[in-house]
């Protein structure tokens, strides 16, 4: 039982590249969500689904895109990389209200 | 709007001996509430939650934590610290919105243990 997976592990991007992160989670959750980690800032949701086909809008979604074709998978777009996009993003997936959330290992993006 | 305050950025203690996470929250009702630990270069794991019933929960890895409603908060412990709990605490506050149970997280306690 893999959990949730998180791909590419280190990523260095250009100003107004463009890049997909993977998410992937083998536990059949509904609930699927998108943070950054800032260095004091803890995590802040960038968007957030509630199953195939729903999305919303977190704390800070501009400049990224999400869709959630399958249950398993929920990829987060980055449309036109810019440096304030430098951060450490995790994949979290849940599920249920009342269950704790199960995070990836994150991917490390650059950009410069 | 929910917010969550964890007001020790760095802390350090001697191996064995006792700690205390503090956290305090922001949340017109009951809230969900989670503790995460964070080792160097990994994902979030969860140590504990509390949802409703028992104020204290008993977690992973010793870890407990205690809801007062009272002062709002949830603070975490471990009556005696190892050197392989040195890692960053993150509390965090579940926001039901839209059927979804948002995490609202602290800004993290990095915790130092001194052999």
């Known amino acids: 039982n893999a959990g949730v997976t998180q791909t590419p592990k280190f990523q260095v991007l250009k100003t107004g590249q463009s890049m997909t992160l993977q998410c992937a989670q083998d536990?059949?959750?509904?609930?699927m969500s998108w943070y950054r980690q800032d260095p004091g800032m803890g995590l802040r949701l960038i968007h957030y689904?509630?199953?195939?086909?729903?999305?919303d809008q977190g704390e800070v979604p501009n400049g990224y895109n999400v869709s959630r074709s399958t249950t398993e998978d929920f990829p987060l777009r980055l449309l036109s990389a810019a440096p304030s996009q430098t951060s450490v993003y995790f994949c979290a997936s849940n599920g249920g209200q009342s269950l704790g959330y199960t995070f990836g290992s994150g991917t490390r993006l650059t950009v410069v | 709007a929910q917010s969550v305050t964890q007001p020790d950025i760095h802390i350090t203690v001697s191996e064995g001996a006792s700690l205390e996470l503090r956290c305090n929250y922001s949340y017109g009702a009951t809230p969900y509430l989670f503790w995460y630990v964070q080792s160097p270069g990994q994902g979030l794991q969860l140590l504990l939650k509390?949802?409703?019933?028992?104020?204290l929960v008993q977690g992973i890895k010793g870890f407990e934590a205690e809801f007062k409603r009272s002062q709002s908060s949830f603070n975490l412990r471990k009556p005696s610290v190892h050197w392989s709990d040195a890692a960053e605490y993150f509390c965090a506050v579940g926001q039901i919105s839209g059927g979804y149970n948002k995490l609202i997280f602290g800004a993290g306690t990095r915790l130092a243990v001194h052999p």
């Open positions: 689904s509630v199953g195939a086909g729903i999305t």
């Open positions: 509390y949802f409703s019933g028992d104020t």
């Open positions: 536990m059949n959750h509904e609930y």
